[in-house]
C-alpha cells in the first residue's frame, strides 16, 4: 500500500515508518523536520498548511497522522489547537481531496483526564490540559470527516506513555536523573501507569494498515501496569544502582518544587525537566483497559521491564 505518515520524522515515526517498510509497503513522510533516519522518504511541510498536506497525500491509500504538538509547557498554547485540531481538519480536507478514504490517528489517553480510575474506551472524557483538550477535538473533527461517507475507515489508537530507543521524553528524563544521582522519589510510588514500549506499539500500529471498519476507537497499552516505584527500581537494576537508598519526599513537597520550576521557566524562557504538570502525572494513577486491542488477537513480543532495559541499553553512557 502506498502510505504517508505525518510526523513520521519523530520518535515513534521513525520506528512505525522501519516496521512498514519492512512489511513491504511503499512509505513516505509528511514533517516540518528532516529525518535522521529516513531523508529520502521524507516531504517537507507543516499540517497547518493545507495545500502542502493535499499534494503530499496525492496517490495514497493510508494516512497515519502522529504529527501533533505534545510538549507540556509550548506558549503560547494556541499552538496545540492550530496544530493538533487545526491539522486534523487540514488532513480531513486534503483526504476529500485525494479521495482518501483510510486514516489512522494516534490520539492519547489523555483525554481519560488524571487519576480517573481504569478507563476503558467507553469512560468519561476529562481532558485537564490544552494538550489533551485538543487532542480530543482533533478525534472529533476527524470523526465529522468519517461519518460523510460510507466508504470511509477511522481507526482511533490512544496510547499510554510511549517510551523505548530514540525516546527524550518523560522516560529518558527519568532515566537521565537516575544515572546522575538527582531522582528524588515524589510521594509513595504506589501508584500506578499504563504504559507501552515503541516496538510493540508500532507493530500494532502496522497490523491495523489495513483494517476494515468505520470507526474504531482502541486503547493501547502493555500489561501488566507497573507501579512508579516498580519502574524506578527496573531502572535502577540496569543502571547497576540499586544498593544506594532512594531518597524520598512528600507530594506537596514536590508540587512546590515543580511550580517553583515552572516560574523559573517563564523568567528565563527555558525548558526544565521538572514542571507542575510533570510532578502531578507522575503521582496520579493513569491506566487504562486494553481488552479491545486484546480481542484483536495481538500479542506484544516484549515486556515493559524488557522493553525499559533495551532502551536504557541503547543511551549512550
Request: aromatic letters at 8%; proline letters at 3%.
Amino acid at each position: 500500500m502506498n502510505i504517508v505518515i505525518t510526523g513520521g520524522s519523530g520518535f515513534i515515526g521513525t520506528h512505525l515508518v522501519k516496521r512498514l517498510l519492512e512489511d513491504g509497503h511503499d512509505v513516505r513522510i509528511f514533517d516540518k523536520r528532516p529525518s535522521e533516519t529516513f531523508a529520502d522518504l521524507v516531504t517537507l511541510g507543516d499540517v497547518r498548511d493545507q495545500a502542502a498536506m493535499t499534494s503530499a497525500l496525492r496517490g495514497v491509500d493510508v494516512v497515519y497522522h502522529l504529527a501533533a504538538e505534545h510538549h507540556d509547557d509550548v506558549r503560547p498554547v494556541s499552538r496545540y489547537y492550530e496544530v493538533n485540531v487545526g491539522g486534523a481538519e487540514n488532513l480531513a480536507a486534503a483526504c476529500d481531496a485525494n479521495g482518501v478514504r483510510r486514516v489512522i490517528f494516534t490520539s492519547s489517553s489523555a483525554v481519560y483526564g488524571l487519576s480517573s480510575g481504569v478507563a476503558d474506551e467507553s469512560a468519561e472524557l476529562r481532558p485537564f490540559n490544552d494538550y489533551s483538550r485538543s487532542k480530543l477535538q482533533a478525534e472529533r473533527v476527524l470523526g465529522d470527516w468519517m461519518s460523510t461517507g460510507r466508504v470511509k475507515s477511522l481507526f482511533i489508537v490512544r496510547p499510554v506513555v510511549v517510551f523505548g530507543e530514540g525516546n527524550t521524553a518523560n522516560v529518558y528524563n527519568l532515566i537521565q536523573q537516575i544515572s546522575r544521582g538527582r531522582f528524588v522519589m515524589v510521594g509513595t510510588g504506589e501508584n500506578k501507569k499504563s504504559m507501552c514500549y515503541v516496538g510493540n506499539l508500532v507493530l500494532f500500529l502496522a497490523q491495523v494498515a489495513d483494517r476494515s471498519g468505520r470507526e474504531d476507537v482502541v486503547n493501547y497499552a502493555d500489561k501488566p501496569d507497573l507501579s512508579v516505584g516498580d519502574i524506578v527500581e527496573i531502572i535502577r537494576d540496569e543502571l547497576g544502582d540499586s544498593e544506594e537508598p532512594l531518597r524520598r519526599i512528600p507530594y506537596w513537597l514536590g508540587l512546590l518544587g515543580g511550580y517553583s520550576y515552572d516560574i523559573m521557566a517563564r523568567l528565563t524562557k527555558r525548558r526544565y525537566a521538572i514542571s507542575g504538570v510533570r510532578v502531578k502525572k507522575f503521582c496520579a494513577n493513569t491506566q487504562v483497559t486494553t481488552s479491545v486491542f486484546e480481542d484483536m488477537g495481538f500479542e506484544a513480543p516484549w515486556t515493559l521491564e524488557e522493553g525499559l532495559r533495551r532502551m536504557i541499553a541503547s543511551i549512550p553512557r
